[in-house]
């Protein structure tokens, strides 16, 4: 697959001229007496708190204060007191740190939370007799013949067993439902249920690429092996939840991410994504019911006919189409359908990539674009490097993701042309995979986040979930900074680490710059949106190994709350929870 494979924002000269209204208003805001400069009073002040504004200075301070909406100013507790309305609400932090909500740069979660309602969850699960438990549990409670979905999420790494479930174990588990169990975006277990269901008893019907795994007698065991494409085909074959319950998945799928700081997600469209499983997402926009910021990419859908679907698909839809709580930012993240031999892209398909890209440049589109391996990136450089001469490319913010392995020449051609390098935690579930592809001491410098930074790139953070990764982004800053995988081996050394402020902006105001909201969010500054999150534990400060076990305390989406637990349980109902 090629990116091959993989709110509302402005037309560069719009951001420019917001951007400079913004920087006016700080400006003033910095020149003149708090009471002059914010003729607005705060409704809500958070105080006693550490508050973490990953301005340019990585400035903390004391308190902050809310209204209508937007950080109205940052400072001690009596400067920010002295904001407050008759009717504010005062919220005591009690020394808690307070940060800018997190975006997901890279996430595939209008299609999780499609299907969230009616799936068993593996996330995080410590033992494979917990996990077999989920699925015994669901058997006593779903319909029999009802379907049982775990559709990723997991590894047998985290498991305290170090293996993977069998057939006999998933059928013992639930006897009289069919079960599908994925695990990333290579293997499958089948129940026998599951597998009458579908039809499948060759390898015939498992393409393409799917092979199915045989017992001693030549009989299908109910495991097979293949690729995203296979599982995906697959997938599509399972009921499909009803309108009521994609909606309701939805909503309870962005709670979810709310109650861990999320705030925003950059999607990345992806393999069955039809214009169909968009619907739900809409709905909770229209109803003014989504509780987090969504900037959604389209994928094409069917390989052969790859433009000319998007150039469809979009003819109502110019870039950053929608408002602040959702927007389209562009194609992505596989734009073609191509063939690979051994990692390399097909002559036609470089040609088909050019066509797409350049007509992706001339309509303004951020674009997102998986790319593996590091040894065929240039196919990708050099049409970049031939567009941007027609085109600023630097102005639309593409993103070319994964690329664990990236080079140094490579990241320096992309700093260049003003790429944005996504980096998901994908190692933390495949390092020791990656140790045996490439050995031991290559992969302590992979992906080399630190030699990016260095250069001046901006690398965005993200999960990928949640096929494939755990959608917790607290995992992922903890991964960022340690190296280790969900088995706890350290598969990359602490050179290529960022540092503690560096991961943190990786997933604020970089991802927020990855969906053309740098100027609204990502930072805790005066007429930026209040997405915040109060957290359990200090980040900046907490060991590294317990930074994954960080939840948010409260939640807030433009001022508003969004989650509330623990000592902020009382603003839940404002939460509409």
Not at 239 to 253: A, H
Not at 282 to 306: I, M, N
Request: aromatic letters at 8%.
């Amino acid at each position: 697959m090629l990116g091959i494979g993989s709110q509302s924002t402005k037309a560069p000269a719009d951001r420019s001229a917001r951007g400079e209204a913004l920087a006016i208003f700080a400006a003033l805001c910095l020149s003149l007496p708090v009471s002059t400069a914010l003729a607005q009073t705060a409704d809500t002040v958070l105080f006693n708190g550490k508050i973490v504004t990953v301005d340019k200075d990585f400035s903390v301070q004391q308190a902050l204060a809310i209204g209508h909406g937007q950080v109205l100013a940052t400072g001690t507790n009596a400067a920010m007191k002295k904001l407050a309305g008759d009717k504010a609400r005062l919220v005591d932090l009690g020394g808690r740190t307070v940060i800018p909500g997190l975006t997901d740069g890279h996430i595939h979660g209008i299609r999780a939370a499609l299907t969230f309602g009616t799936e068993v969850n593996w996330i995080g699960v410590p033992t494979l007799r917990e996990a077999l438990d989920k699925i015994r549990q669901a058997g006593k409670t779903q319909k029999p013949g009802s379907w049982i979905v775990v559709a990723g999420g997991w590894t047998e790494e985290q498991f305290a067993e170090k293996r993977r479930p069998t057939v006999r174990e998933v059928t013992e588990a639930a006897p009289d439902n069919p079960v599908y169990i994925q695990h990333l975006y290579d293997w499958l277990l089948l129940t026998p249920k599951a597998m009458e269901a579908l039809n499948i008893r060759d390898d015939s019907d498992v393409t393409p690429g799917g092979k199915l795994e045989r017992d001693a007698d030549n009989h299908p065991t109910g495991v097979l092996t293949g690729n995203g494409n296979t599982l995906g085909k697959i997938f599509d074959h399972l009921p499909k939840p009803t309108m009521e319950q994609q909606v309701d998945g939805s909503k309870r799928f962005f709670r979810e991410m709310n109650s861990l700081g999320i705030t925003g997600i950059v999607d990345g469209g992806g393999v069955s994504m039809y214009p169909a499983n968009y619907q739900a997402v809409f709905k909770l926009w229209h109803d003014r019911q989504l509780t987090v910021r969504v900037a959604y990419h389209l994928c094409a859908p069917k390989p052969g006919s790859e433009l000319a679907d998007l150039q469809n698909l979009t003819q109502l839809l110019p870039q950053g189409f929608g408002d602040p709580m959702l927007h389209f930012n562009g194609p992505g993240e596989i734009l073609i359908w191509a063939d690979w031999t051994d990692g390399d892209i097909a002559p036609d398909g470089k040609a088909k990539l050019a066509e797409l890209l350049r007509w992706a440049a001339s309509k303004g589109y951020t674009i997102q674009l998986h790319w593996n391996p590091d040894r065929t990136v240039h196919d990708l450089l050099d049409v970049v490097e031939d567009i941007n001469k027609d085109y600023p490319v630097r102005d639309l913010r593409w993103t070319v993701l994964h690329l664990y392995n990236a080079s140094e020449d490579n990241l320096k051609r992309m700093k260049s042309l003003g790429l944005i390098w996504g980096v998901q935690d994908g190692p933390y579930f495949g390092g020791e995979r990656l140790q045996r592809e490439v050995g031991v001491e290559k992969a302590r410098g992979l992906p080399p986040i630190a030699t990016a930074l260095r250069m001046g790139l901006t690398v965005a953070g993200g999960t990928d979930a949640h096929r494939v990764s755990s959608y917790n982004p607290f995992v992922s800053l903890q991964w960022y900074l340690d190296g280790t995988t969900i088995g706890g081996v350290k598969t990359r050394g602490d050179a290529e680490a960022p540092s503690r402020r560096q991961a943190l902006e990786m997933y604020t105001r970089n991802s927020a710059f990855m969906a053309n909201d740098d100027d609204r969010r990502g930072t805790l500054e005066p007429g930026k949106f209040a997405d915040l999150a109060v957290l359990s534990s200090d980040y900046l400060t907490a060991p590294v190994n317990e930074i994954g076990k960080i939840r948010s305390l409260l939640t807030m989406v433009g001022g508003k709350v969004v989650f509330a637990g623990g000592p902020f349980g009382s603003l839940a109902s404002s939460a509409g929870h």
